[in-house]
């Protein structure tokens, strides 16, 4: 193990995350995150240009994180999801069947959790690109 250079910065706390994947159906994965969760679109591609990616980004407006979905026509990438893929939101209460209900009329599908764990603790829904969101009902400590 190595010490860290001290002359590099160190990334805290109010550092943000972008997480990008690619995804089947740009319509559906943004009408699942934001009908479905909640989530507001920051950002779109509006026209087609060769060579470059379509995408749609979507987040909560001024918050630390968001998600990159992409789809690129000319050479598409199929995402490939494992069932340890998993996007945790900690609600830090009882999951709401409203939201969970939301969801699935948005293009999701609830599924028994690969790890009992997330069953025990919360809700899995499969978003339509076939990654796992779950809701969990503990609080980040």
């Given amino acids: 193990m190595t010490d860290a250079n001290p002359d590099l910065p160190v990334p805290g706390p109010s550092l943000h995350v972008r ?3 690619p995804s ?5 994965a943004e ?3 934001t009908e479905g969760l ?7 591609t509006t026209e087609r240009v060769p060579g470059e990616h379509d995408l749609v980004m979507v987040g909560f407006p001024g918050g ?7 789809r690129d ?3 598409p990438l199929e995402p490939t999801p494992t069932v340890d893929d998993l996007f945790v939101l900690y609600l830090g209460g009882p999951v709401d ?4 209900d939301r969801l699935v009329a948005a293009g999701g599908t609830r599924v028994a959790a690969h790890n009992p764990y997330w069953d025990e603790h919360g809700v899995t829904v499969r978003d339509p690109d076939g990654y796992h969101l779950v809701l969990s009902s503990r609080a980040w400590s």
């Fill in 64 to 70: 630390g994180w968001h998600f990159e979905l992409t």
């Fill in 31 to 33: 009408r699942f995150w």
């Fill in 38 to 44: 909640g989530l507001s679109v920051l950002w779109r």
């Fill in 19 to 21: 997480h990008a994947r």
């Fill in 97 to 100: 069947e409203a939201l969970v």
């Fill in 73 to 75: 026509p000319e050479r």
């Fill in 24 to 28: 089947r159906d740009l319509a559906a």
